[in-house]
């Protein structure tokens, strides 16, 4: 929509921090100190909104965006921000035991909210969410999580289907099921069968499923940045989470469990993340040190 596109001259300041603040430097000056979009760039607009975001006297306008609809108010007067901030990462820790009591659902789309806010490696997002608020159907999901691992140990064994694993799943993938997976399902299968612990799905009382269209591009870092502002969302809001890596190869493979849960043909499920109340307070944190920090 060509007539979406504006800078309104009368509002304008002239400041440039839209010119700045665009990736694609698709708004310059003229020599008249006017500011205006570039005709030959205007097709690199990916609607970040970095420009309508910026702008103290919303004199910018891209297609597609709108300030009434697509923007909200920021209020950065809070000097203790990075306080709450970094109490809220030094206080969270992947939560594996959860009271058994279901999460209300005005909390669950609070932490969607905030999955939203993630952002993504380049406008639209890819991220598509599953909710599963029902614990019935995750206590559904778990034998057939479990039926899944136990084919895949048995294929992860076998000589010739875990070359076939190894071309399909790619190298770090299938040095993670060997040298990680394999030993520690070989170990929990039999606890997990006769139901002594679900170290698959903890109990929790409910899950979010990642997932995103398989034809979009570069998909997956988008999907688990968005796993990270769950957590710690969740995290903010009293509950518990822990990202799961165990959880979707089930999913995306097993046609029964995809069913279940309701996952599009075309996704790929990327991600999860239980979440539910706390049954500890932890009483303190662990400090961890990362294997290079080099400051050059
Ligand atoms: C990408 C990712 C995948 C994970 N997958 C699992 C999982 O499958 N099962 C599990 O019990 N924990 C899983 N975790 C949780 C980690 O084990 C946990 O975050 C780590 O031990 C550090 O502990 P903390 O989160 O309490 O600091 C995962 C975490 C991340 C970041």
Redo the contacts with the bound molecule.
């Keep these: 929509m060509e007539s979406n596109w504006l800078v309104n001259q009368e509002l304008c300041k002239r400041c440039g921090s839209c010119v700045d603040v665009c990736p694609n430097r698709i708004i310059q000056f003229n020599d008249e100190g006017h500011i205006f979009f570039r005709e030959d760039r205007k097709w690199e607009c990916f609607q970040c909104g970095h420009c309508m975001a910026i702008c103290s006297t919303k004199a910018v306008q891209v297609p597609e965006l709108s300030y009434e609809n697509d923007f909200y108010a920021v209020d950065d007067s809070q000097d203790n921000a990075y306080r709450a901030y970094d109490n809220l990462i030094r206080t969270?820790?992947?939560i594996?035991n959860f009271k058994q009591k279901p999460v209300p659902r005005a909390l669950l789309e609070k932490v969607v909210d905030a999955i939203q806010l993630a952002p993504p490696g380049f406008p639209p997002c890819k991220t598509e969410l599953t909710i599963v608020q029902d614990m019935a159907l995750i206590h559904q999901a778990q034998p057939m999580m479990i039926v899944f691992y136990e084919k895949l140990v048995k294929m992860l064994k076998h000589p010739i289907a875990k070359q076939f694993i190894k071309k399909s799943a790619g190298r770090e993938k299938y040095i993670t099921l060997q040298n990680h997976l394999l030993p520690l399902m070989e170990e929990r299968l039999p606890d997990l069968k006769s139901g002594k612990e679900d170290?698959i799905l903890?109990n929790a009382p409910a899950m979010i499923l990642f997932h995103a269209n398989r034809n979009t591009e570069n998909y997956r870092a988008d999907l688990?940045i968005a796993?990270t502002f769950g957590l710690l969302a969740a995290h903010a809001l009293g509950l518990g989470a822990?990202?799961?890596?165990?959880?979707p190869p089930s999913i995306e493979k097993d046609t029964t469990l995809r069913a279940l849960f309701q996952i599009p043909a075309e996704n790929e499920v990327v991600?999860s993340m239980i979440l539910g109340f706390p049954k500890y307070k932890y009483q303190r944190g662990?400090k961890r040190e990362l294997p290079s920090i080099q400051w050059v």
């Design positions: 969270r820790r992947a594996r170290t903890r688990y796993v822990t990202a799961m890596d165990i959880i991600a662990i």
